[in-house]
């Protein structure tokens, strides 16, 4: 049965507790809560009408090839991009320090073998960044040899590297020197930027930006997933996926875009809550050109 936000409005309004409940959150989420059968808002699961307009428009704005907007957080997200790369047999290299979406994604579910890169941590407990000797090749390639022997000589013996961008302590990477490191040992690196996502809008922080980045058809590909609602503008959920890969489109490694699509509507609902998605195609506006850089300059000058 269809039920459109109209309409559980008038179901709520029944009853004192769903009177309140509605009075709280004011008659515009009801009427935003729409059916996704009606054909005008466009298709979120296969990226139709509005919605591929909205998310074409983000992937302007962040410098990615393709974005996709995620509506159940970062946690899926990880988890699309993961399901989409990596299968039994394949090698990842891990930064011990990511979410327990990418385990949970890329060890559990896809079944791939871990290569982990040692996070450090200081006496009190705050998280810092990865060793610097784990990002010597022969360093890596002596890991391979420990589990699975028959790929260490291997041109990319990694299908994927996943690196959490900004830990939740307030390390984070310069993304070149990563690339330029492990790049050409990797086929993908997924980004987690969870914690980040500003960092491209600060000219002062370019290098730490994976979507800033210019590469060629020697590098890896590049995901990198945001949770908008913490650094950016958008509700709890509201995510995004920026695919930023085609320097590679046409050799064998280039996750195209039905595979990785495959992998998204696994995780994502066919009930989808609008005023999310409305969110993100909001906060894509927020950041074009100009007035991307004017909220971050007005929080960093207030914080002084």
Same mark, same amino acid.
């Given at each position: 049965?269809?039920?459109?936000?109209?309409?559980?409005?008038?179901?709520?309004?029944?009853?004192?507790?769903?009177?309140?409940?509605?009075?709280?959150?004011?008659?515009?989420?009801?009427?935003?809560?729409?059916?996704?059968?009606?054909?005008?808002l466009g298709d979120l699961l296969i990226h139709e009408g509005s919605a591929k307009h909205a998310?074409?428009?983000?992937?302007?704005?962040?410098?990615?090839?393709?974005?996709?907007?995620?509506?159940? &957080? *970062?946690?899926?997200?990880?988890?699309? !991009?993961?399901?989409?790369?990596?299968?039994?047999? /394949?090698?990842? +290299? #891990? @930064?011990?320090?990511?979410?327990?979406?990418?385990?949970h994604g890329a060890l559990i579910q896809a079944g791939a073998t871990p290569v982990y890169l040692?996070?450090?941590?200081?006496?009190?407990?705050?998280?810092?960044?990865?060793?610097?000797?784990?990002?010597?090749?022969?360093?890596?390639?002596?890991?391979?040899?420990?589990?699975?022997?028959?790929?260490?000589?291997?041109?990319?013996?990694?299908?994927?590297?996943?690196?959490?961008?900004?830990?939740?302590? &307030? *390390?984070?990477?310069?993304?070149?020197? !990563?690339?330029?490191?492990?790049?050409?040992?990797? /086929?993908?690196? +997924? #980004? @987690?930027?969870?914690?980040?996502?500003?960092?491209?809008?600060?000219?002062?922080?370019?290098?730490?930006?994976?979507?800033?980045?210019?590469?060629?058809?020697?590098?890896?590909?590049?995901?990198?997933?945001?949770?908008?609602?913490?650094?950016?503008?958008?509700?709890?959920?509201?995510?995004?996926?920026?695919?930023?890969?085609?320097?590679?489109?046409?050799?064998?490694?280039?996750?195209?875009?039905?595979?990785?699509?495959?992998?998204?509507?696994?995780?994502?609902?066919?009930?989808?809550?609008?005023?999310?998605?409305?969110?993100?195609?909001?906060?894509?506006?927020?950041?074009?050109?100009?007035?991307?850089?004017?909220?971050?300059?007005?929080?960093?000058?207030?914080?002084?």
């Amino acid at each position: 049965m269809l039920v459109r936000g109209t309409s559980m409005a008038s179901f709520f309004r029944k009853h004192p507790a769903g009177r309140h409940f509605y009075d709280f959150f004011g008659e515009n989420l009801f009427r935003a809560d729409m059916c996704n059968a009606d054909v005008k808002l466009g298709d979120l699961l296969i990226h139709e009408g509005s919605a591929k307009h909205a998310q074409k428009f983000a992937a302007k704005v962040f410098n990615a090839d393709k974005t996709y907007f995620v509506l159940n &957080g *970062t946690s899926a997200a990880n988890k699309v !991009v993961t399901n989409a790369l990596l299968t039994r047999g /394949d090698l990842v +290299l #891990f @930064d011990r320090n990511n979410h327990k979406s990418n385990h949970h994604g890329a060890l559990i579910q896809a079944g791939a073998t871990p290569v982990y890169l040692e996070a450090a941590r200081n006496p009190f407990g705050f998280i810092g960044g990865i060793d610097a000797h784990c990002f010597d090749e022969t360093y890596l390639r002596d890991q391979i040899r420990d589990v699975m022997p028959e790929s260490a000589d291997a041109s990319r013996p990694f299908r994927l590297a996943i690196i959490q961008l900004g830990t939740y302590d &307030g *390390t984070i990477y310069n993304a070149r020197q !990563v690339v330029d490191k492990i790049g050409h040992l990797c /086929d993908y690196i +997924l #980004f @987690d930027s969870a914690w980040v996502g500003y960092e491209q809008f600060i000219n002062m922080m370019a290098d730490t930006s994976p979507l800033r980045l210019e590469l060629n058809e020697n590098d890896p590909g590049i995901f990198v997933t945001q949770s908008v609602h913490k650094q950016q503008a958008g509700f709890s959920q509201t995510s995004q996926i920026h695919k930023k890969d085609n320097h590679i489109r046409g050799q064998a490694r280039f996750c195209p875009h039905k595979r990785l699509n495959n992998a998204f509507m696994l995780h994502a609902s066919t009930s989808p809550f609008y005023p999310l998605f409305a969110a993100l195609d909001i906060n894509a506006k927020i950041h074009e050109g100009e007035s991307g850089r004017r909220p971050v300059g007005g929080v960093r000058c207030a914080g002084h």
